[in-house]
């Protein structure tokens, strides 16, 4: 039985800019939600659902077995889009833990899913998300490549501090290359998408500077990898030919 205290909320909607359709491509065989959903079921943690604006994609979702919620198309990101769905499915606030699981990490594995759940031991952490280290050059200066700074409070995990596109930290020592999956209490994801969006979120383009500006906690757990995100038609054909051999 999965945890009913967790909900694990995927956001998709077609008209992703450079690559408009997206959820639905093509990957070895399955549209890329389903991929997705597939790995969010596997984790075993929690209700699982796609949180959409589009019918189409939400057939594609139920007709593979998927629980699928609709949306309004006019949310200006997917933390709003969850929070939304997260007030459809489960108005009686039984869900404590609430997981944005990407649509576009069809590579991501269960167990990664999985790393967000232990900081929420510690009742005064607000938000959990993942990075990696980095190896090599072009990940660590690319402004496509967001870093995540912050102070060691345990085996593999750090007390996030901020994130910037910029190469940081200055100087010798590890830099880690931010994975966008985020995990909120049900109450700083209702805090967060009641704030404005803030000086440093609007400079940086990153909306997790909104909670590091209103004093939120992120613990950020690091992992062994960072899941191939799709953006553009080159990543659509890494994740198939990733996928082909799986």
Same mark, same amino acid.
């Given at each position: @039985?999965?945890?009913?205290? /967790?909900?694990?909320?995927?956001?998709?909607?077609? *008209?992703?800019?450079?690559?408009?359709?997206? #959820?639905?491509?093509?990957?070895?065989?399955?549209?890329?939600?389903?991929?997705?959903?597939?790995?969010?079921?596997?984790?075993?943690?929690?209700?699982?659902?796609?949180?959409?604006?589009?019918?189409?994609?939400?057939?594609?979702?139920?007709?593979?077995?998927?629980? *699928?919620?609709?949306?309004?198309?006019?949310?200006?990101?997917?933390?709003?889009?969850?929070?939304? *769905? @997260?007030?459809?499915?489960?108005?009686?606030?039984?869900?404590?833990?609430?997981?944005?699981?990407?649509?576009?990490?069809?590579?991501?594995?269960?167990?990664?899913?999985?790393?967000?759940?232990?900081?929420?031991?510690? #009742?005064?952490?607000?938000?959990?998300?993942?990075?990696?280290?980095?190896?090599?050059?072009?990940?660590?200066?690319?402004?496509?490549?967001?870093?995540?700074?912050?102070?060691? /409070?345990?085996?593999?995990?750090?007390?996030?501090?901020?994130?910037?596109?910029?190469?940081?930290?200055?100087?010798?020592?590890?830099?880690?290359?931010?994975?966008?999956?985020?995990?909120?209490?049900?109450?700083?994801?209702?805090?967060?998408?009641?704030? #404005?969006?803030?000086?440093?979120?609007?400079q940086e383009n990153l909306e997790q500077l909104r909670a590091v500006?209103?004093? @939120?906690? /992120?613990?950020?757990? /690091?992992?062994?990898?960072?899941?191939?995100g799709v953006d553009t038609p080159p990543d659509l054909e890494t994740?198939?030919?990733?996928?082909?051999?799986?």
């Amino acid at each position: @039985m999965t945890d009913p205290r /967790i909900l694990v909320l995927i956001p998709a909607r077609m *008209a992703a800019t450079r690559l408009p359709g997206k #959820p639905l491509a093509d990957i070895a065989g399955l549209p890329m939600i389903v991929h997705v959903l597939r790995r969010a079921e596997a984790a075993g943690i929690g209700r699982v659902a796609v949180a959409t604006d589009t019918d189409e994609i939400a057939s594609v979702v139920t007709a593979h077995g998927g629980e *699928a919620v609709m949306t309004r198309p006019t949310h200006p990101s997917g933390s709003d889009r969850i929070h939304e *769905a @997260m007030q459809k499915l489960d108005p009686d606030g039984k869900a404590e833990i609430v997981i944005n699981l990407q649509g576009d990490f069809p590579t991501i594995t269960p167990q990664t899913i999985r790393e967000v759940l232990p900081p929420f031991d510690d #009742p005064a952490v607000d938000i959990v998300t993942l990075a990696s280290q980095i190896h090599t050059e072009e990940e660590d200066l690319a402004p496509s490549v967001v870093k995540a700074i912050g102070s060691p /409070i345990g085996p593999r995990r750090l007390r996030a501090l901020y994130f910037t596109r910029a190469t940081a930290p200055y100087g010798d020592g590890p830099r880690y290359h931010h994975i966008g999956l985020y995990a909120y209490r049900r109450t700083a994801l209702e805090r967060f998408v009641s704030l #404005p969006r803030s000086p440093l979120e609007v400079q940086e383009n990153l909306e997790q500077l909104r909670a590091v500006e209103a004093g @939120m906690r /992120i613990d950020i757990m /690091i992992v062994d990898s960072v899941p191939r995100g799709v953006d553009t038609p080159p990543d659509l054909e890494t994740a198939r030919s990733i996928l082909s051999k799986s």
